[in-house]
């Protein structure tokens, strides 16, 4: 074999040589994307879990009430209670003067 032959073996050796790692490169961060994602997803949901439906306060459980058409939670231990978003202007947007103190009596149990 010639040496400008030999050189030009060369060169297409390392050009796949170079191909294969960039790959092998890629597929590893890919993989390495995959189970980052999946880490946090799985963190995410263990979150979930640990806090959900519990008292921001004391981290008793909380127990969903319905008054008046309004769902409210309340805490099994401390008695505060803790509305979603949106509730609260549902409760004093939509109700009459007359039904907002007698739902906020029930809601305060006096």
């Known amino acids: 074999m010639t040496e400008s032959g030999r050189h030009r073996e060369d ?7 170079r191909k294969l790692l960039e790959e092998a490169r890629l597929a590893r ?3 390495e994307a995959e189970r980052k994602g999946h880490e946090a997803k799985a963190e995410r949901e263990r979150l979930k879990a640990a806090h959900y439906m519990k008292c921001p ?6 127990k ?20 979603d978003a949106g509730e609260l202007e ?5 109700m009459e003067q007359s039904k907002r103190q007698g739902f906020l009596r029930s809601l305060l149990r006096i």
């Open 57 to 62: 306060k004391c981290g008793h459980d909380l």
């Open 64 to 83: 969903p009430e319905q008054l008046q058409g309004i769902e409210i939670d309340r805490c099994t231990f401390c008695e505060g209670f803790f509305v």
């Open 11 to 17: 060169d297409w050796f390392r050009e796949n040589e």
């Open 29 to 31: 961060e890919q993989r």
């Open 90 to 94: 549902q409760m004093f947007l939509t």
